[in-house]
């Protein structure tokens, strides 16, 4: 297990990468190892209110000196009014890695199937940066959802990857606008063949709960499914 500790991150780069989210890149010391899913706390003083909030990290671990974050910006949220006034120098105490939401390197299954949407893709990609390179010979597909075009992140690199990854399939899906991509919810394409699969789901309530169901009511077994659920 990889030792929880308590460091200092200095913000090195703030990017929107949508209107509701930012990228957050924070120089941190080299010696601090993670698992790829897994999420840290960052302290967040507001006037003399201090508060810890959990953010999943979406470098993959191989990115040593850099810890990179995908944040939500909420209108008058606690966090959100910090992290906008956020500036190059900044810094912020991170505790962590917490959490078991990783990649299941001991599944002997073909294919590992990854479903989030919003920012629960942040955990997602940090395990198929890690790993698909490790395993050639392993499907990794990746369903990801979001309202509108404009909230899909990583878009363009995602769809890169796959044109160079024999083994790697981005499926892209939006349920408030028409493209000639997929439209709907995540867990409307998860097709039926689902025997030798690892599924790893992340988002909101409902979408981890209503995926979790589909897949134990198609006969998935429960050790094959991993998932985190943010509130």
């Given at each position: 297990?990889?030792?929880?500790?308590?460091?200092?991150?200095?913000?090195?780069?703030?990017?929107?990468?949508?209107?509701?989210?930012?990228?957050?890149?924070?120089?941190?010391?080299?010696?601090?190892?993670?698992?790829?899913?897994?999420?840290?706390?960052?302290?967040?003083?507001?006037?003399?209110?201090?508060?810890l909030?959990?953010?999943?990290?979406?470098?993959?671990?191989?990115?040593?000196?850099?810890?990179?974050?995908?944040?939500?910006?909420?209108?008058?949220?606690?966090?959100?009014?910090?992290?906008?006034?956020?500036?190059?120098?900044?810094?912020?105490?991170?505790?962590?890695?917490?959490?078991?939401?990783?990649?299941?390197?001991?599944?002997?299954?073909?294919?590992?199937?990854?479903?989030?949407?919003?920012?629960?893709l942040?955990p997602?990609?940090?395990?198929?940066?890690?790993?698909?390179?490790?395993?050639?010979?392993?499907?990794?597909?990746?369903?990801?959802?979001?309202?509108?075009?404009?909230?899909?992140?990583?878009?363009?690199?995602?769809?890169?990857?796959?044109?160079?990854?024999?083994?790697?399939?981005?499926?892209?899906?939006?349920?408030?606008?028409?493209?000639?991509?997929?439209?709907?919810?995540?867990?409307?394409?998860?097709?039926?063949?689902?025997?030798?699969?690892?599924?790893?789901?992340?988002?909101?309530?409902?979408?981890?709960?209503?995926?979790?169901?589909?897949?134990?009511?198609?006969?998935?077994?429960?050790?094959?499914?991993?998932?985190?659920?943010?509130?």
């Amino acid at each position: 297990m990889t030792e929880i500790t308590t460091f200092t991150g200095t913000v090195t780069k703030k990017e929107n990468l949508t209107s509701e989210v930012i990228l957050l890149s924070l120089k941190i010391s080299e010696d601090f190892t993670f698992k790829a899913g897994q999420f840290v706390t960052i302290r967040i003083n507001n006037g003399e209110e201090s508060k810890l909030k959990s953010y999943s990290i979406l470098s993959p671990p191989y990115q040593k000196g850099q810890l990179d974050l995908c944040i939500k910006i909420i209108s008058g949220g606690f966090a959100s009014e910090i992290f906008e006034k956020t500036a190059m120098g900044n810094e912020f105490e991170l505790k962590g890695p917490f959490g078991h939401f990783i990649f299941d390197e001991e599944s002997s299954n073909t294919e590992h199937v990854f479903l989030g949407a919003g920012t629960g893709l942040v955990p997602l990609y940090s395990m198929i940066k890690e790993h698909l390179p490790k395993h050639p010979n392993k499907k990794f597909t990746l369903i990801f959802g979001t309202k509108t075009q404009k909230d899909l992140l990583f878009h363009e690199e995602l769809q890169q990857l796959e044109n160079e990854s024999s083994n790697f399939t981005y499926l892209p899906t939006l349920t408030r606008e028409y493209w000639d991509g997929k439209s709907g919810r995540v867990q409307e394409h998860l097709g039926d063949n689902l025997k030798n699969k690892t599924f790893y789901i992340c988002g909101l309530k409902e979408l981890v709960l209503d995926t979790k169901g589909i897949l134990v009511s198609k006969g998935v077994d429960l050790k094959n499914i991993k998932y985190q659920r943010y509130s």
